[in-house]
């Protein structure tokens, strides 16, 4: 799922593809910029700003795109085959001499001046991996709605940009709340922990490629399914599979039923305004649906 630092990530695979090259192919399909032709531009870099990517492009124009669910944009060399999902799903083609980039399930995505970004992406808060990152404005705006549910108020991007539903989930774990506590009723202090801690996490994983939030290794033993048992010499009988240490990438999010990594009591799964939220009824106090 896109958050902050998977969108990083994506601007950073975009910018080393397309920048300082010269778009030889471009198609943007979606009916209001069907017919806008970039070729013979020169991409000049690729920026994320919280969820946004903001492509600039040669003569003052930028390529905005947001991801949202299930967005995504790849890069393939010139003989590579396409993959990323059906040809339909494909809404934007930039390609130069050496890579093609191909934006699949865009829901968001419009051409505009370069000095009129802000139309797109002047509504964000403080964003989290950006340079100009404020924990102080970011704290202010969460603050600003006290009776607001904080798993509501972290996804909110007006407050802090770059937390998605996977963020929302483990921070709400690791402040040991439930995402419905409203904003106001958080003890004294965490907050400003909680503010801090998105922070660091959202930069610990800005170059992963998986994304991991469990702080410690938290770690549970399985039955190593990938080992062929091999018959024991002196019975015939297969050994038992030998156990292997696997580690839990996350401590609630995807885990509904399942133990949690520091109480064992099985995670719970609701919606919360429309998005699946995970807790730890054991570990998180406060209100639940």
Same mark, same amino acid.
């Given at each position: 799922m896109p958050e902050g630092d998977t969108v990083l990530q994506t601007a950073t695979r975009l910018h080393a593809a397309l920048a300082g090259q010269v778009? !030889?192919?471009?198609?943007?399909? *979606?009916?209001?910029?069907?017919?806008?032709? @970039?070729?013979?531009? !020169?991409?000049?870099? =690729?920026?994320?700003? %919280?969820?946004?990517? @903001?492509t600039r492009i040669e003569g003052g124009l930028t390529l905005h795109s947001h991801l949202r669910m299930? %967005?995504?944009?790849?890069?393939?060399?010139?003989d590579e085959r396409w993959r990323g999902g059906p040809g339909h799903q494909i809404r934007a083609i930039l390609g130069n001499t050496e890579h093609t980039a191909v934006g699949y399930?865009?829901?968001? @995505?419009?051409?505009?001046?370069?000095?009129?970004?802000?139309?797109?992406v002047g509504h964000l808060g403080p964003d989290l991996l950006g340079p100009g990152w404020d924990p102080g404005l970011a704290l202010d705006r969460l603050l600003?709605?006290?009776d607001r549910p904080l798993g509501e108020a972290l996804l909110d991007q007006r407050n802090l940009a770059g937390i998605g539903n996977v963020y929302k989930c483990e921070l709400c774990f690791l402040a040991r =709340? !439930?995402?419905?506590?409203? *904003? %106001?009723a958080l003890p004294d202090g965490v907050?400003?922990?909680? =503010?801090?801690?998105?922070?660091? @996490?959202?930069?610990?994983?800005?170059?992963?490629p998986t994304r991991t939030t469990t702080i410690t290794s938290e770690l549970r033993t399985q039955p190593n399914r990938d080992l062929a048992p091999r018959p024991a010499p002196d019975t015939g009988r297969p050994p038992p599979?030998?156990?292997?240490r696997v580690q839990e990438r996350l401590y609630v999010y995807g885990r509904a039923r399942r133990p949690c990594l520091r109480c064992g009591t099985p995670i719970r799964l609701a919606d919360q305004d429309d998005r699946p939220t995970y807790w730890c009824p054991g570990c998180q106090s406060g209100p639940t649906p």
């Open positions: 778009l !030889t192919r471009s198609d943007l399909r *979606v009916p209001r910029f069907a017919t806008a032709d @970039l070729t013979g531009r !020169t991409v000049l870099d =690729v920026t994320a700003r %919280g969820k946004h990517l @903001l299930d %967005g995504a944009w790849r890069v393939f060399a010139p399930r865009l829901p968001v @995505l419009e051409l505009l001046r370069t000095d009129e970004e802000d139309r797109a600003a709605a006290p =709340v !439930t995402p419905w506590l409203p *904003v %106001g907050l400003p922990r909680l =503010v801090t801690l998105a922070e660091r @996490l959202l930069h610990a994983n800005r170059d992963r599979r030998p156990p292997h």
